[in-house]
């Protein structure tokens, strides 16, 4: 486990809610920006985080410390995100951007840009190649890891990716947006 | 050498996953193959591309959106548990092995009963002269960053009320006997915009000028979207009424853009 990780799991299983917290205040970022690359809205992101969190808190008791933490965050964050995607949500529309950084200087919108059009790509892709390039490209995680977290075997893993990736290619270069 | 294992060897390479042999074998592809040679700059450049892109900023109110959820859900891990002591008391209290373990077990179920009904908020008849229900400042909330807890009679939850791009957002948890309204009363400068409820539960919402209501029961949580329209905010009041009256009542100004 992480280092940290361990102890804090260890304290929160014995009732510390402070220690949980800390588990939140650490991965919180990530997951949440797994759910919005995986969902693309960030409504549907902040509901993704929240149940993520929810359910390891329920599930913390039978959390096998031999794993990582963070993979098996990352695993139910996976879950949860298809889950949440291919159940229709119950929300009323609403336009309050809510993860817009108002603070975004001028010279980061080409990235905004890029990003957006990166987002626009994985979009295309079905579910099974874009779990496993959010999670290589903006987790950085290996192929073994990969395949614990996502439940396939690391061969699988090798030829979604590579699939994804060739698609992706063509998209992006398509679209231009490649340098 | 087949499309499959090209394909292959080149991802690898991307990834930094190729052997020494396996590297050596795409060197030699590509030395026969040149025109190849673009295909894998653009492998690396898709690769390049996400990792300029970075992270997603999330919503300030993240943090404390995750941790009005676990407050919800804690409390209502305690009123199932307290349902459960009783339940059981219940139970064990009617094994009518001989007359006096009955009598002697109706007695002290009755007792323990009373004991957890007056010793546990949430369990308690209601009474709003108990109330105590607690909400600091906008200004305060800043500084802690943390939602607030509602508490009365009857129920608990969390709430935060922060600034969001375009608007203020309300968010309510709340754990409850019984069937309360949640009404949030707000100023010219907002107007509605939507609520999401994230459990997905049934519920009932009803809509007008400057006021929002929702009818709750059990354990449910609410974000609702106030959009500003510009002009002055004003202040929001958030009350929550049962069949006695209200329960929990406080007003909030939010800052203004």
């Known amino acids: 486990m992480v280092d940290g990780d361990s102890a804090l799991v260890t304290q929160a299983l014995k009732g510390d809610e402070a220690a949980f917290e800390e588990i939140v205040r650490k991965y919180e970022r990530t997951i949440y920006n797994v759910a919005y690359r995986m969902a693309r809205n960030h409504d549907d992101a902040l509901d993704i985080t929240q149940t993520v969190f929810i359910k390891a808190y329920r599930k913390l008791a039978s959390f096998n410390p031999a794993y990582k933490l963070f993979s098996w965050l990352y695993a139910i964050a996976v879950n949860e995100s298809i889950n949440h995607i291919k159940k229709h949500s119950r929300m009323v529309p609403t ?37 496993v390039v959010v999670l290589k490209y903006f987790l950085e995680l290996s192929y073994r890891e990969i395949s614990g977290i996502v439940g396939i075997p690391e061969k699988t893993v090798k030829s979604r990716l590579f699939t994804a ?15 | 050498m087949t499309d499959e294992r090209i394909t292959e060897l080149m991802n690898q390479e991307v990834d930094g996953a190729n052997t020494a042999d396996e590297s050596r074998e795409l060197s030699a592809y590509l ?69 006096f373990a009955f009598a002697a ?39 802690v960053r943390e ?7 009857g129920g608990r939850g969390a709430v935060r009320i922060a600034d969001v791009e375009g608007g203020v957002e309300v968010d309510i948890a709340l754990v409850s006997d019984e069937v309360v309204r949640i009404t949030l009363e707000h100023g010219e400068g907002l107007r509605y915009g939507g609520v999401r409820v994230p459990g997905g539960e049934e519920h009932s919402i009803s ?46 100004r939010p800052r203004r853009n």
């Not at chain 2, 030395?31 to 996400?50: D, K, Q, S, Y």
């Not at chain 2, 943090?63 to 009123?79: D, N, V």
Request: charged share 30%.
């Open chain 1, 95 to 131: 336009d309050v951007e809510v993860g817009v950084d108002p603070r975004t200087p001028a010279d980061s919108i080409e990235r905004a840009e890029v990003s957006e059009q990166i987002q626009e790509a994985l979009m295309g892709l079905s579910l099974d190649y874009r779990i």
């Open chain 1, 165 to 179: 990736r060739e698609r992706l290619r063509v998209l992006l270069v398509r679209q231009g947006v490649s340098r």
């Open chain 2, 31 to 99: 030395e026969e193959h040149p025109e190849e040679r673009a295909r894998l700059e653009e492998l690396r450049t898709v690769g390049r591309m996400f990792g300029d892109a970075g992270d997603v900023e999330p919503p300030a109110a993240l943090h404390g959106a995750i941790m009005a959820s676990l407050a919800a859900e804690r409390a209502g891990e305690l009123r199932k548990r307290a349902h459960q002591a009783v339940t059981a008391m219940s139970v064990r209290s009617v094994r009518p092995r001989i007359g």
């Open chain 2, 105 to 143: 077990g109706l007695v002290s179920g009755a007792c323990l009963l009373a004991l957890v009904l007056f010793a546990i908020p949430g369990r308690g008849p209601i009474d709003p002269s108990r109330l105590t229900g607690t909400l600091v400042s906008r200004e305060a909330q800043e500084a």
């Open chain 2, 147 to 153: 939602p607030v807890a509602i508490q009365f009679p």
């Open chain 2, 207 to 252: 809509v007008a000028p400057r006021r929002v209501e929702i009818m709750h029961s059990g354990d449910s949580r609410y974000v609702v979207a106030l959009r500003s329209t510009g002009g002055e905010r004003g202040a929001i009041r958030l009350r929550v009424s049962g069949n006695d009256g209200e329960l929990f009542e406080e007003t909030v």
